[in-house]
């Protein structure tokens, strides 16, 4: 079983920044993609931004020059570092772990259980 615990949500003015960091635990042999998604009110689930274990990044055009993910892997841990943040950037944020288990070798897509963002005017 493994578990992701995100943190560092929560209400900030236009223009402000917040971190969110998120870490896996449990049975885990090797985590390959981690990302961030948001789901905001009446809306899907979208990709705000993901890193490859050697550290390959993706982002979305809306968040490109203003949000940087970051892992550090010997702590199974990806951050979200979000700049200039806008009203629309508000939702839930859930991070996402591709996660090879042990010691079963089968690859597996774990969720956090989301942490609220909530940017003011």
Same mark, same amino acid.
């Given at each position: 079983q493994v578990q992701l615990v995100e943190s560092g949500g929560g209400l900030v003015q236009a223009g402000g920044s917040l971190k969110l960091s998120c870490t896996a635990s449990g049975s885990i042999f090797r985590i390959n993609v981690m990302g961030w998604y948001r789901q905001a009110p009446g809306k899907q689930r979208e990709l705000v931004a993901s890193i490859t274990r050697g550290g390959s990044t993706n982002y979305a055009d &809306?968040?490109?020059?203003?949000? $940087?993910? &970051?892992?550090?892997?010997?702590?199974? !841990?990806?951050?979200?570092?979000?700049? &200039?943040?806008?009203?629309? =950037? $508000?939702a839930v944020y859930y991070c996402n772990a591709?996660?090879? $288990? $042990?010691?079963?070798?089968? !690859?597996? =897509?774990?969720?956090?259980?989301? !942490?609220q963002v909530t940017v003011s005017s």
């Open positions: &809306s968040v490109r020059g203003r949000f $940087t993910i &970051s892992r550090e892997n010997a702590k199974n !841990t990806v951050y979200l570092q979000m700049n &200039s943040l806008k009203r629309e =950037d $508000t591709e996660v090879v $288990t $042990t010691p079963v070798f089968i !690859t597996y =897509d774990y969720w956090g259980q989301g !942490t």
